[in-house]
């Protein structure tokens, strides 16, 4: 049984032992899906491969607004067909480790959701780990209590639910 966890866990020790952060020059490209597994945190991950229109993706390195290079995710459906407006919620910053975006959401009967997701360079492409954790809290009837601040102020404290790694291959 894998535990995504310790993947990770052994991904970003790998990280931070003299393996550099990639450029985001290295990560620019359009990608193919090859794998895809997802799961319960403490389960194993199962195949769920992408469908036909979902198997590829183009990164590319741009200015985020502020002076700040981002990892722009474009959606493509096929190898030479991708769009030109970036899908900022599938985009890429740096952190303090690599590359990586976080969101947070708040949905009715007070649903607080976290959602982290990081980039890592391959030898032959990229891997995407994406880990959602949520809970509800009936204890906060306001918007004004329950919102994405809160969601995002919970962050990876709230219960893991689940994680998706997807593997890609450079074109």
Do not use: K
Not at 92 to 112: E, H, I, P, Q, Y
Request: one cysteine or more; proline letters at 5%; hydrophobic letters at 30%.
């Amino acid at each position: 049984m894998r535990h995504p966890t310790t993947l990770l866990a052994a991904v970003l020790a790998l990280a931070g032992c003299g393996e550099a952060v990639p450029e985001a020059s290295e990560l620019e490209g359009i990608y193919e899906i090859v794998e895809r597994e997802e799961g319960p945190c403490e389960g194993p991950l199962e195949s769920d491969p992408p469908s036909p229109g979902n198997r590829y993706f183009e990164l590319g390195a741009e200015d985020d607004g502020s002076g700040e290079l981002r990892i722009a995710f474009y959606e493509c459906t096929g190898p030479d067909d991708c769009t030109t407006d970036a899908d900022l919620r599938r985009s890429f910053g740096r952190t303090g480790g690599g590359w990586g975006a976080t969101f947070a959401t708040a949905s009715t009967g007070c649903v607080l959701r976290f959602t982290r997701r990081e980039l890592f360079l391959t030898e032959d492409g990229v891997e995407i780990i994406q880990t959602t954790y949520r809970e509800r809290d009936e204890s906060l009837t306001t918007d004004a209590e329950c919102n994405d601040l809160e969601a995002n102020r919970r962050g990876d404290r709230m219960p893991c639910v689940s994680v998706v790694e997807t593997r890609a291959q450079r074109l």
